[in-house]
T-cell receptor, first 111, second 114 residues
Framework: QKEVEQNSGPLSVPEGAIASLNCTYS??????FFWYRQYSGKSPELIMS????GDKEDGRFTAQLNKASQYVSLLIRDSQPSDSATYLC???????????FGTGTRLQVTL | SAVISQKPSRDICQRGTSLTIQCQVD?????MFWYRQQPGQSLTLIAT?????????ESGFVIDKFPISRPNLTFSTLTVSNMSPEDSSIYLC???????????FGPGTRLTVT
């Protein structure tokens, strides 16, 4: 069983719609959760972090965490073509400082 | 957030040779990390590098193949030794941020081994 799972996509949404990206993790002791955006040919860019249950909003982005169900999601409101990228979910799965990354979901925002 | 630079940005190397990748951070950080990303794949952690101690390697990665140095709190190097075509990949360094467990990435080094 993979430690961090994401649907590889592509997830296609029309411009202006809400994109919903999901991630599940296996380690119940995980405490820190991150979303990275990676454009083709570029390195990952940290866009959201969340540490407690509930929602965290930053501009058009909302991260949602449910530790009981072991999932974390990222909502992108008013999706723009510039949001087209691969979104990586990362989880700190232990006492060490390292992160475990999911395989990423490719998002396509269509005109 | 930390600003991270890597050198070289890309290189083409012959099999059997070694390449050292440099990673520079604009501020002092405790933790630095080295990852590999194969085309179309996610990130795989190679090792964690703390200043003043030996790097901690993940399963499947060994010091003889990927020696790491961490001479101070702003700099680290990763050497890919005795390269084979299977080592062709993007190598990324990252540094820990101010918040718990967050990491910021350098631009990566694209390595091709012929």
């Amino acid at each position: 069983q993979k430690e961090v799972e994401q649907n590889s996509g592509p997830l296609s949404v029309p411009e202006g719609a809400i994109a919903s990206l999901n991630c599940t993790y296996s380690d119940r002791g995980s405490q820190s959760f991150f979303w990275y955006r990676q454009y083709s040919g570029k390195s990952p860019e940290l866009i959201m972090s969340i540490y407690s249950n509930g929602d965290k909003e930053d501009g058009r982005f909302t991260a949602q965490l449910n530790k009981a169900s072991q999932y974390v999601s990222l909502l992108i409101r008013d999706s723009q073509p510039s949001d087209s990228a691969t979104y990586l979910c990362a989880v700190n799965t232990g006492t060490a400082s390292k992160l475990t990354f999911g395989t990423g979901t490719r998002l396509q925002v269509t005109l | 957030s930390a600003v991270i630079s890597q050198k070289p940005s890309r290189d083409i190397c012959q099999r059997g040779t070694s390449l050292t990748i440099q990673c520079q951070v604009d501020s002092q950080v405790t933790m630095m990390f080295w990852y590999r990303q194969q085309p179309g794949q996610s990130l795989t952690l190679i090792a964690t590098a703390n200043q003043g101690s030996e790097a901690t390697y993940e399963s499947g990665f060994v010091i003889d193949k990927f020696p790491i140095s961490r001479p101070n709190l702003t700099f680290s190097t990763l050497t890919v030794s005795n390269m084979s075509p299977e080592d062709s990949s993007i190598y990324l360094c990252s540094a820990g941020g101010a918040a718990a467990y967050e990491q910021y990435f350098g631009p990566g080094t694209r390595l091709t081994v012929t």
